[in-house]
């Protein structure tokens, strides 16, 4: 008998539990390589008519491209256009990425639909069957000379990222790496027919144990058969609930944590100056500047003991967090004496420093509540609490409904 509750537990953990976790990481892996393709992506310089007009046998290099289809040729061939030039990308064997209509806002805060994973979708290219001419696309990677013309193509060393996307160029990087992940790694395209083959085996287990009399192992066996039902039976269906909220919270924070730390990615690591200058991919110059915010000038920070005006249009990224002096339920209250951070461009003339919009649609365009640091990693340890709260709301869901799923069925099957 102990022989044969040990394999019922073994047949659950294989199929409730280690294989749905195999396409859990595979999920998580697979959505952690988008985002980091599209920060390596936005370091790309854009491609120019030089380099479009160049030939040589060798590759051009890293170059990204935003452009409109102008034509499909063949199976696997697309060729885009800005207007002023047009380039080819070679899609054999590449996944496209598709980002919705997204409303325009001043704001950001991943608790707008923007944030959600669900936002982005993925699809191969060869599952296209269709495009209508005009579509906005993005195209970043390895470009290469072919008779002339220059067209992106997939390499070993460097993965081609194409994103199909009805937003506007500038909100493409903000809304990739906030919605491309996984709405719940554990529901993934492996946990369905896992859970499904693993129930139906215990429960064909248990009538092959009742038919030998073997009463006990037989309702343990059917009782695990019946476990993927028990997080949605009375009296713990309330704990699922909670379990879901908590674990969405604890996705909302990991994408606030990626979202408040992009910007620093174009700076090397450095100490908490005020200023911080850098070059573009583009050799625009681009400027993180620390400051307070202005009570009577909404749209001015204080650095330095200088007011500056924030370029119109900037994202204001709202922050959900718990912090000293600030009421729990109003996270986003401005506290006028409270670190801002702006990145954005800027222009040095004979009146002074003057901030504005970025030219480089993948630059960052944004205005923090704080140190970017230090959210990003106050955003990590709310998001693991999160997570571990919402685990415990799960297993306290299955612990209160399970016993009693047993107890049914014992006093069922006599």
């Known amino acids: ?18 294989l749905p976790a195999v396409g859990a990481l595979f999920a998580r892996t697979r959505w952690r390589s988008f985002r980091a393709t599209v920060t390596s992506a936005s370091h790309y310089p854009t491609v120019s008519p030089a380099v479009v007009g160049s030939r040589s046998a060798q590759p051009l290099g890293r170059y990204r491209f935003f452009g409109t289809l102008e034509a499909i040729q063949g199976d696997d061939r697309i060729w885009l256009t800005n207007g002023r030039f047009s380039v080819a990308a070679d899609l054999r064997n590449v996944r496209v990425y598709l980002i919705p209509e997204m409303e325009r806002s001043d704001s950001f805060s991943p608790s707008t639909p923007g944030a959600s994973p669900t936002a982005l979708g993925s699809v ?18 390895e470009m290469f000379s072919e008779e002339g013309r220059a067209v992106f193509r997939d390499s070993r060393s460097t993965r081609l990222l194409v994103v199909i996307h ?22 993934n395209a492996v946990t369905l027919p896992s859970v499904a083959a693993g129930s139906l085996s215990l429960v064909l287990l248990a009538l092959t144990l009742l038919s030998s009399s073997e009463r006990l192992p037989a309702l343990v066996a059917l009782t695990a058969g019946l476990a993927p039902l028990a997080p949605f039976l009375p009296p713990g269906f309330p704990l699922y609930f909670a379990y879901r909220g908590a674990w969405k919270k604890a996705r909302l924070l990991r994408v606030q944590r990626d979202v ?14 005020s200023r911080r200058a850098t070059l573009l991919p583009d050799m ?51 506290d006028p ?3 801002v951070v702006a990145f954005c461009g800027y222009s040095e003339d004979g009146e002074g420093l003057k901030l ?9 365009h ?18 693991r609490v999160s997570a571990l709260v919402s685990a415990a709301f799960i297993g306290l869901d299955v612990l209160v409904n399970l016993p009693l799923v047993f107890v049914l069925l014992s006093l069922v099957i006599r």
């Open 260 to 273: 408040v730390r992009l910007p620093l990615r174009w700076f090397p690591p450095a100490g908490t100056r």
């Open 124 to 141: 191969p290219w060869n599952r296209i069957f269709s495009l209508p001419e005009g579509t906005p696309v993005f195209v970043g990677g």
């Open 166 to 187: 009805d937003c506007p160029r500038e909100s493409v990087v903000l809304h990739a790496i906030s919605g491309g992940r996984q709405r719940n790694e554990y529901i």
């Open 1 to 18: 008998m102990v022989g044969t509750v040990l394999l019922v537990f073994a047949i659950a953990f294989l199929f409730y539990a280690a």
């Open 356 to 364: 504005q919009r970025p030219e480089d649609p993948m630059a960052d």
């Open 337 to 339: 004496d409270a670190e």
């Open 366 to 383: 944004v205005l923090l509540p704080g140190d970017p640091e230090r959210l990003a990693l106050r955003s990590e340890q709310a998001a």
């Open 284 to 334: 625009e110059p681009y400027l993180m500047i620390r400051g307070k915010r202005d009570p009577s000038r909404p749209d001015c920070i204080l650095s330095e003991g200088a007011g500056l005006e924030l370029p119109q249009g900037i994202t204001r990224v709202q922050v959900v967090l718990p912090a000293p002096g600030r009421a729990r339920g109003d996270p986003h209250a401005a």
